[in-house]
T-cell receptor, first 109, second 113 residues
Framework: GQNIDQPTEMTATEGAIVQINCTYQ??????LFWYQQHAGEAPTFLSY??LDGLEEKGRFSSFLSRSKGYSYLLLKELQMKDSASYLC??????????WGAGTKLIIKP | TAGITQAPTSQILAAGRSMTLRCTQD?????MYWYRQDLGLGLRLIHY???????GKGEVPDGYSVSRANTDDFPLTLASAVPSQTSVYFC????????????FGDGTRLSIL
């Protein structure tokens, strides 16, 4: 079956760094997306990885290891506005996104 | 600004009634999607359309129907609502049905009593 595993909740301090891990099992693989979703709002696209390695985009970076079925999202210089849920979503062989339940990130001053 | 518009924003509906959730995009995207989001669960795909005139079933299609008469519109219909369909419904679109990122509407919060 298809399965996504990410922590339910994480807490971090403003200005710090946090890493949100995601492991996945899918029928085929065509890349992996990370989305951000603030409470009561729509998900918004953060990153897409299809090859192994690190993709950096400002304060946010995303890493992929296809052989391990593993990805992480790294957030640096945390700001209060980064408090949100972060959704890991690999793309299966039919190009359907398989969504994790998300990691709720709480930022404390 | 360009994007996806969903209507209504929220609705309370009596069980057994029918309801159509509207979704319109002005980005000329070929692919469109309907998801439901329930607490503690990931987004679940209800139906999708890779291009105007075609639709497909997602993970949880039962009790829902869709149509794609043109590129811009992708309405979702509940023929006879049941309480288990209480959820937040998101419409999304992408350039095509491959590895392009999906862009989401603001969602419709639906309560079935």
């Amino acid at each position: 079956g298809q399965n996504i595993d990410q922590p339910t909740e994480m807490t971090a301090t403003e200005g710090a760094i946090v890493q949100i891990n995601c492991t996945y099992q899918t029928s085929g693989f065509n890349g992996l997306f990370w989305y951000q979703q603030h409470a009561g709002e729509a998900p918004t696209f953060l990153s897409y990885n299809v090859l192994d390695g690190l993709e950096e985009k400002g304060r946010f970076s995303s890493f992929l290891s296809r052989s391990k079925g593993y990805s992480y999202l790294l957030l640096k210089e945390l700001q209060m506005k980064d408090s949100a849920s972060y959704l890991c979503a690999p793309l299966d062989s039919n190009y359907q996104l398989i969504w994790g339940a998300g990691t709720k990130l709480i930022i404390k001053p | 600004t360009a994007g996806i518009t969903q209507a209504p924003t929220s609705q309370i509906l009596a069980a057994g009634r029918s309801m159509t959730l509207r979704c319109t995009q002005d980005m000329r995207h070929n692919a469109m999607y309907w998801y439901r989001q329930d607490l503690g669960l990931g987004l679940r795909l209800i139906h999708y359309s890779n291009t105007a005139g075609t639709t497909g079933k997602g993970e949880v299609p039962d009790g829902y129907s869709v149509s794609r008469a043109n590129t811009d519109d992708f309405p979702l219909t509940l023929a006879s609502a049941v309480p288990s369909q209480t959820s937040v419904y998101f419409c999304a679109s992408s350039e095509d049905g491959s590895n392009q990122p999906q862009h989401f509407g603001d969602g419709t919060r639906l309560s079935i009593l």
